[in-house]
């Protein structure tokens, strides 16, 4: 009897460790999905997994309720795909693109300023959601966007069957 419930606390221990050590692996990205272009010009960054993850926390906690999986929920054609995003003026499928979008956004023409109809750490006055970023904060949910670009196929795409 004494055996059989100590092997069933081995069990637990080990059952409980798995699920702790698998969970904090799904946390950690590979080097390549964390590489992200910095520029227009073709020079890349690497973020570090603790930058992806609070990124991902920023995203899920401010703009999620509109982009979730990297789709826009009130405009379609201005999602966070790969394609949306280099082909916006400027081109914002960069990590300083789209840390400029954060601060100034702008119409995909790049022609109007749209900061009062979206979220931008410019105006806290408008935003406070968002007033508290610091640098760090936008440049990490920013690379989250490019992050997920590298990982995830279906990230922004549109299905064929609209809802
Ligand atoms: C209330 C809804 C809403 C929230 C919240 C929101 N967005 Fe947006 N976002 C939009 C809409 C609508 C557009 C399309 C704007 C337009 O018409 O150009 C957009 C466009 C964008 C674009 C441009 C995409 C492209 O292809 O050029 C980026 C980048 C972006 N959002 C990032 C963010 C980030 C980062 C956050 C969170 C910090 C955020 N958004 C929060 C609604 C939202």
Known sequence: MLKKVF????AGVVFAWQSFAGSANALSLSEE???IPLNEDGVSVTLSNKEAQLGSKLFIDN?????????TKTNPNVGLSKEA?????PARDNLLGLVDYIKNPTSY???EDISLY????????????????????IKAVAGYIL???NSDPRWGKRSLIEP
């Open 7 to 10: 092997l069933i606390l081995v």
């Open 33 to 35: 999905i964390r590489t």
């Open 63 to 71: 703009c999620a309720q509109c982009h979730l999986q990297g789709k």
């Open 85 to 89: 995003l280099a082909n916006a003026l």
């Open 109 to 111: 023409d790049g022609e």
């Open 118 to 137: 979206h979220l931008s750490t410019e105006r806290p006055d408008l935003w406070p959601e968002i007033r508290n970023y610091t640098e760090e904060d």
């Open 147 to 149: 992050i997920q670009t």
